[in-house]
C-alpha cells in the first residue's frame, strides 16, 4: 500500500504537470483534485487546503527549472553578467523552459493581485533564482555582496523581461529579443 507521503508526492507531480500545461486558469479545487487523480476530499487529505498544494507543486516546479538551468550552467560556473544575461536570455526562451516561464509571469501577477498563496510563492521563487544568479557571476562583479545581490536581480529583471514579452507579444518577437540582447552584450566594444 502507498503511504500518505507517497500519494502526495505523486499527487504534487501531476499538480506541477497540470500547472505547466494549464496555467493557474484552470487551478480550481475541482481541476486540481482531477489532475492529481483523486476526489476534492481525498486532495485536502493530502493537503491542508488549495494553497498548501500550489505551494507544493510550485516548488515542484521551481525545481525542476532549477535543475534544467543548472544543466545548462552547472554550478561552479561563472561568468561575467554581461555573457550571463546572454546565456539566461537564450536559454529560457527555448521551447521546452517555455511553460515555465509563461506560469512565472501568471505567478507575479497573481502575488501582484495579492493572492494567496502566490505572494510567499514569487517572493520565495525571486530570491531562490537571484542567489541562483548571483553564484553564476564571475568574481569581479559587484564589488560587495549587495552590489552582486543588486547585479542578480538585474539579470533576473532581463530574464522576467523577455518572460513577459512572450506572454505579450508572442515566442517569434521574444526569441528575436534573446538573440538581440545576446548579441548587444556579447560584443566587443566599438572604437571611440
Known amino acids: 500500500m502507498i503511504s500518505r507521503d507517497e500519494q502526495r ?12 500545461r494549464h496555467g493557474l486558469a484552470k487551478a480550481s ?16 487529505y493530502y493537503f491542508d487546503d488549495k494553497s498548501d498544494a500550489l505551494t507544493a507543486a510550485m516548488e515542484r516546479i521551481a525545481t525542476q527549472l532549477a535543475v534544467q538551468l543548472a544543466m545548462a550552467i ?3 560556473t561563472t561568468m561575467p553578467a554581461a555573457r550571463l544575461v546572454a546565456v ?8 521546452h523552459l517555455r511553460p ?10 497573481a502575488a501582484a493581485r495579492g ?7 514569487a517572493q520565495s521563487m525571486a530570491s531562490g533564482f537571484t542567489q541562483w544568479i548571483e553564484t553564476r557571476l564571475e568574481a569581479g562583479d559587484g564589488a560587495d555582496l549587495q552590489d552582486r545581490r543588486a547585479l542578480a536581480a538585474a539579470v533576473l529583471a532581463v530574464v522576467d523581461g523577455l ?22 552584450l556579447t560584443e566587443p566594444d566599438a572604437p571611440a
Not at 9 to 20: K, S
Not at 100 to 109: F, G
Open 88 to 95: 539566461a536570455a537564450k536559454l529560457t526562451t527555448q521551447t
Open 163 to 184: 518572460a513577459l514579452l512572450d506572454v505579450c507579444a508572442g515566442e517569434a518577437l521574444t526569441r528575436s529579443a534573446a538573440r538581440s540582447i545576446g548579441e548587444v
Open 100 to 109: 515555465y516561464m509563461r506560469l512565472w509571469i501568471e505567478v507575479v501577477a
Open 74 to 76: 552547472p554550478e561552479g
Open 29 to 44: 479545487l475541482r481541476q486540481l483534485a482531477a489532475a492529481a487523480g483523486v476526489s476534492d476530499r481525498m486532495l485536502l
Open 9 to 20: 508526492a505523486i499527487a504534487v507531480d501531476h499538480l506541477a504537470d497540470h500547472l505547466l
Open 115 to 121: 493572492e494567496d498563496p502566490f505572494v510567499t510563492v
